[in-house]
């Protein structure tokens, strides 16, 4: 392709280039009703429960029991799953964590009287830091409250530690660094640890180690309650899952350990031994999957029996629950009911906040009357719960209790009813425990519907902008600067007078808004003012709503997430959804007017297809979906390192990624310019060492080189990952910032000394400068995703070119057919007419949309909060670092939607060339024809375009995810299925949003400039 310089050479272009900064104003605001619709909603949604700040105290002993010992060892091993020490674990046992940590049950069955052994139910989410609040406290979390595991502040409420405090106990502490977060004063002796370097297995154990045994074999026994917190199984389980050598190893310790306290114990020590949450089969947590839910807890008193076996506890206060694979049924009880439970033991007043029941065996057998023990015990913990919830009536949150008051009342009236016999009784107090815990679960799930409505509103209302705006600016083309200017000028006019009447209405209103304050007022009616003069002053057809050629597909994926079934399985519905996104165009393709353009289109849609059904078999597995689903991302479900196959394809993708990019520019002669040092010197190496540091991380995981080895490694695994990053980042945005354009000049004298100047990469002029932008953050996320993840992030890339040619063909076969029927065919030699074409069509960005949620889903995610990868936080440094950790962490998790963002401008970029002549292009600006042309005018305005359908696709996914939440809010699934996947959806679409203003705003505006500027031409004359 041959293009011609002005005289004047690089020459500034006559028209300005307000058009990106109004287009990124634009997007700008889009995402601002997006946030704000998110914030109201979320606020109506997630609810935090009111924590109380009243004391459990009484002088004269009434509320508590004459201790059975004077001190306690709490041991917790962090993740220790039931079945790790059941009785009877599931069969066919493990050999790695089954019948290895043997000494709990062994004292189980060899001291019957002095040991018990539970299955404990810990609360959803599954993480630390709920579980240490819910131990201590006796409460429960909230869905939301998971957010507060990487930060979590000091626990103000009534505990067991400021119960030992008042009662001038003294307590130690060892382990888990957590603890000292939520607890920073309460003990006298602290050695904490830091608990989230996962790849760290044995730091803080030994440490715990190191400080436990002095203290146990100190014979003045200077502690009255002792804290150590484990954590080597937990990380265990992070790092290479439950079936691993390193996990037999682990619970082996455990297990030397446990025999050596039981050694050291006296008679005025309990031993409370407990998992303060499971994991799944990879050896994740953080959800509500049985295997997550199924703690451990062992209770042992080495001399003085807890209970007496033979006495007789009505089968109405006990419960039993079988475990996953196992065919006998084992006591269960709820994780909290420990807290009561030790209370009394220790002769402590049970904690203000607490609704966890007593353990009926350990008041049982103490004086051979059970009746009269237990019955004591369960009305002390029964008046201690009924006090909080009358507490909890009367406080500005009491409301939430008005549809379980009159089933607390009575239930509450029969424990109180004293003709009951003495087993009825007994079974009445523990019921009203159970109703008061069910009520709170349901109570602790109440929802703001104000808030939620509006979010909606505003949600919905985002959406419809966006559609309107995309609708207008295709329409305008060339003209849109003037249309935009306009409307943005009324939006912030609009969104001036909202904040001023929000401010008025919370002002004159406020009794009549519960849960709303200023704030809310005003990011409701700000944004909502301003889209209404937006709205008013554009026009909309019907025709402009049916979302032309792909209705049905984004409206089908938006109505799939009312059901629990179809988002269990959106893994799959989104690869039947891309895989028939390209159908239209694979046809489309045989109506080629070329033979060329027919192979070309049908071809790399071929490709497109191919490279998506092989995408699709790299899968991790929702709880839900059962045995209909199996684990290939991972070598098998239980073990989390990268399959065979991977690890041999592992470093020739990293290769050959790179030199395919070079291919495809190849084809528009513009691996020239930046291309030609970019790609091997800049990406390909980043690629490498990506790869490199995994492939280290798995051979030092599999103890391939020993682990003396193992701090050497880790040093070259973090400055190897440390490249990866900088060599992109800087020396690639340097770079590309620098001289972004794939171009080559070409002087040649003809005969007569008539020079002519040839552009080599003429016709990819923004395209190919734009991927190598894209290619920035495609090495990123390449090195913060795992071995499996990098080959389906490289077949993404191949995916996501080969529909770059196939928009290519069919656009130059529609501009073809299109010349060919008009009454003018010789108007195919004029290369103006075949590169200008139809503005970007909602179609073509249906594809790269639902390739972002098909990248999600293959590189190891899914809609739960167990599959995050979490030791890609010690990515760049080996222990959690700020902000490197939360960075990596998420760009593996949301890598794909930032690419996908970023990626979908190159639908008006790619193989568009500058326009070189003056007047407007065809069926792109209006009739005038004496107006200058800016060479990027046509580029800069459909990028806008593109960004505002991708917008509008991740937009309408969020609307749907919100509205089934809101919907659904009462199903029994919401927090296992529906809330999660509105979470993602709104980070999904954060992200979206977030890149493609960085796109837009950074890479089409520089690449614009710099073509702009080296193309310019005035009209002539």
Known sequence: MRGYLSKAGAQTCARPTIMVSNGVLLLGWIFFLHIAGLYLFTGGFLLTRLSLPDTSFCSDGSCTLPPTHKRAVLLIIDALR???????????????????????????????????????????????????????????????????????????????MKQLKLANKSSAFMGDDTWMSVFPDSFEATFPFDSFNVEDLHTVDEGVIRHLFPLLEDGDKPFDFLVGHFLGVDHVGHRVGPDHPNMKAKLQQMNDVLRRVVKLLDEETLLVVLGDHGMDRSGDHGGDGDLETSASLWIYSKTRPLYDPAANIPSGLLQYKTFPGESIPHRSIQQIDILP??????????????????????????????????????????????????????????????????????????????????DAQLIALSNYARVALSACRAMWAQFNPILMALGLMLLGIGLITAWVAYSNLSKQGLNSEEWLSFRLSLVLRGGAAGAVVGLGVSLAFQNYLPGMDSLDCILFAAPFYSSIPFLF?????????????????????????????????????????????????????????????????????????????????????????????????????????????VLALAIPTAIVVPLVLQQFLRVSRSDVGLAKTFIPVILLPSLAAGTFYWMLEWLESATTFGGDNAPLIRLARTWIARVAFVLPVLGGGMLWWTVPLCLDISVETEPGEKRQVTVIGFANAFGSPYILFWSIAFSLVFTSTQLTGQITLGLAAVALLAYLEVIDGVRDAKAMNRVLLSDKPSQLLDSNIMLSSPSVQFSDIVPIALLGLQTFYATGHQSVISSIQWKTAFLLTPTVTYPTSPMTVVLNSLGPFILVGLGVPLVALWNRAPLLVSGTPPEVGTAESKKEIAPDAQVRVESIVAALGMMIYYASLLFGTALSAAILRRHLMVWKVFAPRFMAGALELIFVDAAVLLGVGLGVDRIARRVGAMFSIRQKS
């Open 537 to 645: 002053s554009s026009s909309l057809n019907l025709s402009d709503i049916t979302l032309k050629a792909f209705p049905i597909l984004l409206v089908l994926h938006a109505l799939s997430f009312l059901s629990n079934s179809f988002t269990f399985w959106e893994d799959r519905i989104v690869t039947f959804l891309l895989v028939t996104s390209i159908v239209p165009s694979f046809i489309a393709g045989f109506s080629a007017p070329t033979d060329r353009l027919r192979k070309r289109i049908i071809g790399f849609s071929i490709l497109f297809a191919a490279c998506i059904r092989l995408m699709s078999i790299s899968t991790v597995c929702r709880e839900e979906q059962g045995s209909y689903c199996h684990v290939t991302f991972y070598s098998s479900s239980s073990v989390p390192s990268p399959p065979v196959l």
């Open 82 to 160: 039931f079945d790790f020490l059941s009785p009877h674990p599931p069969d066919p046992p493990s050999p790695y964590h089954h019948n290895v940590l043997t000494l709990p049950r062994e004292l189980f069955e060899t001291q019957p009287g002095h040991s018990l052994l539970f299955n404990a139910y810990a609360d959803p989410p599954t993480t630390t830091l709920q579980r240490i609040k819910g131990i201590t406290t006796g409460s429960l979390p909230t869905f939301v409250d998971i957010g507060n595991n990487f930060g979590g502040s000091s626990i103000t409420e009534d505990s067991i």
């Open 341 to 422: 439970t030790m209370s009394l033991l220790l002769g402590l007043p049970i904690p203000f906040n607490n609704l966890g029941t007593v353990i009926p065996e350990l008041f049982a057998g103490r004086d051979r009357s059970p009746g009269n023990l237990l019955t004591r015990a369960l009305e002390i913990n029964m008046a201690q719960i009924k006090s909080f919830l009358d507490t909890y009536r009367s406080s500005p949150s009491g409301g939430e209790l008005d549809d379980a008051w009159q089933g607390l009342q009575s239930a509450w009236t029969a424990a109180q009813t004293v003709s009951l016999s003495k």
